[in-house]
T-cell receptor, first 116, second 118 residues
Framework: GAGVSQSPSNKVTEKGKDVELRCDPISGHTALYWYRQSLGQGLEFLIYFQGNSAPDKSGLPSDRFSAERTGGSVSTLTIQRTQQEDSAVYLC??????????????FGPGTRLTVL | AQKVTQAQTEISVVEKEDVTLDCVYETRDTTYYLFWYKQPPSGELVFLIRRNSFDEQNEISGRYSWNFQKSTSSFNFTITASQVVDSAVYFCALSETYMNSGNTPLVFGKGTRLSVIA
C-alpha cells in the first residue's frame, strides 16, 4: 500500500526481554518519527530521523531505547530489557519534509506492545 | 517551550448537534504549524488539517471548520451537524521549526474524546 506500515501490529513480551518494532515509511519520505501513546502520558515524541541520521533523540525515555534507519527507508525501534511501563502503542510517522507546506506527518497503524 | 492544551477531556453530544473542540497552544517561535488529527476506535491517526502561523484565515471543509486566533493562541475545531461516525478522539498538535532543517516533531495535546449519540 501507499501508507506507513508497521509490524508487528501486536507484541506481547515478558519483562526483561528485548523487542524490535519495525516501520516502513511512505516511499520518498525523508523524515521519519517515532511516537509512543500510553494512557497516562498521551502521545509522546521519541526520536526523529532525517535520512539515516537522527538529529533529535530527545524523547527516548532511557538508554534501553534505541532506533536506527537504513537506506533512508525502514526504521527499527529496539527496546532492551523491557519493563512493564514500556507497554504502550508505538506509532511511526513519515513526512516529505516540504518546508513550504508544513511537513504533514502521516501515521502508521501502530504496534501495541504489552509487557507482562 | 511548546505546549498544547485541550481542556475538554470528553464531550458527548446528540447527533446533529454542533460541537466545538478547544485547543490552546504555547510557543516562542514566530513560525509554527498547528494540526488536528482524528483517532477513531480503529486507532490510526488521521490527518485533518494543518495551519501555518502566518495564515489566520478560518477554514471550512464540509461539516468541519477551524478558527485560528493568534491573539488568544487558540485553534478551535467545530463539527457542524455531528454524526455518529464523528465519534473519535481528536488531537490538536503543534510543530515548530528547526533552524534550516524542517519542522520539529509534533507536540500533542491530551486529546478530546467525542461521543456522538444517535
Amino acid at each position: 500500500g501507499a501508507g506507513v506500515s508497521q509490524s508487528p501490529s501486536n507484541k506481547v513480551t515478558e519483562k526483561g526481554k528485548d523487542v524490535e518494532l519495525r516501520c516502513d515509511p511512505i516511499s520518498g519520505h525523508t523524515a521519519l518519527y517515532w511516537y509512543r501513546q500510553s494512557l497516562g502520558q498521551g502521545l509522546e515524541f521519541l526520536i526523529y530521523f532525517q535520512g539515516n541520521s537522527a538529529p533529535d533523540k530527545s524523547g527516548l525515555p532511557s538508554d534501553r531505547f534505541s532506533a536506527e534507519r537504513t537506506g533512508g527507508s525502514v526504521s527499527t525501534l529496539t527496546i532492551q530489557r523491557t519493563q512493564q511501563e514500556d507497554s504502550a502503542v508505538y506509532l511511526c510517522a513519515s513526512s516529505s519534509r516540504d518546508f513550504t507546506t508544513g511537513d504533514e506527518q502521516f501515521f502508521g497503524p501502530g504496534t501495541r506492545l504489552t509487557v507482562l | 517551550a511548546q505546549k498544547v492544551t485541550q481542556a475538554q477531556t470528553e464531550i458527548s453530544v446528540v447527533e446533529k448537534e454542533d460541537v466545538t473542540l478547544d485547543c490552546v497552544y504555547e510557543t516562542r517561535d514566530t513560525t509554527y504549524y498547528l494540526f488536528w488529527y482524528k483517532q477513531p476506535p480503529s486507532g490510526e491517526l488521521v490527518f485533518l488539517i494543518r495551519r501555518n502561523s502566518f495564515d489566520e484565515q478560518n477554514e471550512i471543509s464540509g461539516r468541519y471548520s477551524w478558527n485560528f486566533q493568534k491573539s488568544t493562541s487558540s485553534f478551535n475545531f467545530t463539527i457542524t451537524a455531528s454524526q455518529v461516525v464523528d465519534s473519535a478522539v481528536y488531537f490538536c498538535a503543534l510543530s515548530e521549526t528547526y533552524m534550516n532543517s524542517g519542522n520539529t516533531p509534533l507536540v500533542f495535546g491530551k486529546g478530546t474524546r467525542l461521543s456522538v449519540i444517535a
